[in-house]
């Protein structure tokens, strides 16, 4: 019994000192945009009304880490619903290649990473496929954040979609390392 309560108590351990670990590392990546935007801001209402180039450089800058932050903090909250077994899916019939050229034309491209470039190769003869809409979007949308942020300056981002007999494949390739 004791050998139980000790092993018990250990995982309880683990567990906080993952959890704690886990809202450092949220807190600090909190911080990073929301002081951003702060500073921006302060700008912002600091210019002179001739500097509209700045202004529309710190408009730029703002809505990029307001971006940022509004993912980070949906990828919490989906975290905690998966953690806690609280997600719930809504599977219906879906065009997918729509769903990621809607995904796309979406996804804040000029804000997060002017410099780089999209392509896109999809098959457009697919059947409808049952699935929860919102939980592919949010993979693809991580699958592109991940491409921009790791992709050099000028980098190529490709979005393909292929079919075999029984799947279909999306691919994000980027130059990154």
Known sequence: GSYLSTRDVQRQTELARLKS????AVSHELKTPLTSIRLLA???VKLAPEETEKFKEYQQLILTQSYC???LI???LDFSK???GKQAYKFEKVDLAKLIIDSIRDYPVNFVRPDCRLETNL???LPLLYLD???ICRAFTNLLDNAFKFSPSGGLI????HKSEKEVYIEVIDEGA
């Not at 490709?158 to 979609?161: E, G, L, S």
């Open 133 to 135: 809409k919102e939980a």
């Open 123 to 125: 098959t457009a003869d």
């Open 158 to 161: 490709q979005i393909n979609m």
């Open 82 to 84: 998966l953690e806690e």
């Open 69 to 71: 932050l509004s993912h």
């Open 74 to 76: 949906n990828n919490i």
């Open 42 to 44: 302060e700008r912002l």
């Open 21 to 24: 670990d886990f809202v450092s």
